[in-house]
């Protein structure tokens, strides 16, 4: 009923940019919530950002503030989010979700997309 399909992600180097992109079919954008999430190698899941479906209502990890940016776009049934300054520590594959209600924390969120992989050299 609900897919999620990320896409942009890449190899770049420090201090450049990306944008990635979240397409949603069925009832996605009818969600309270999307947002952004990634996982590093070995590591557990974090989130990074997420957006209300009406767009003005939006939190950053502490650890991307200032640098990503998250939009969503419900007339094209797209979210995206914009990696500027990239650092190493940004390395890791990034996925989206949806959430029927405002969180930060990985377990509210109902469904999700495979992921995109973003890697950051030095």
């Known amino acids: 009923q609900v897919q999620l399909v990320e896409s942009g992600g890449g190899l770049v180097q420090a201090g450049g940019s990306l944008s990635l992109a979240c397409a949603a079919s069925?009832?996605?954008?009818?969600?309270?919530?999307m947002g952004w999430f990634r996982q590093a190698p070995g590591k557990e899941r974090e989130f990074v950002a997420a957006?209300?479906?009406?767009?003005?209502?939006?939190y950053y990890a502490d650890s991307v503030k200032g640098r990503f940016t998250i939009s969503r776009d419900n007339a094209e049934n797209t979210m995206y989010l914009r990696l500027n300054n990239l650092k190493p520590e940004d390395t890791a594959v990034y996925y989206c979700?949806?959430?029927?209600?405002?969180?930060?924390?990985?377990?509210?969120?109902?469904?999700w997309g495979q992921g995109t992989q973003v890697t950051v050299s030095s």
């Open positions: 979700a949806t959430s029927s209600s405002w969180s930060r924390v990985s377990n509210n969120y109902n469904y």
């Open positions: 069925g009832r996605a954008f009818s969600s309270y919530t």
């Open positions: 957006i209300h479906w009406n767009g003005v209502l939006i």
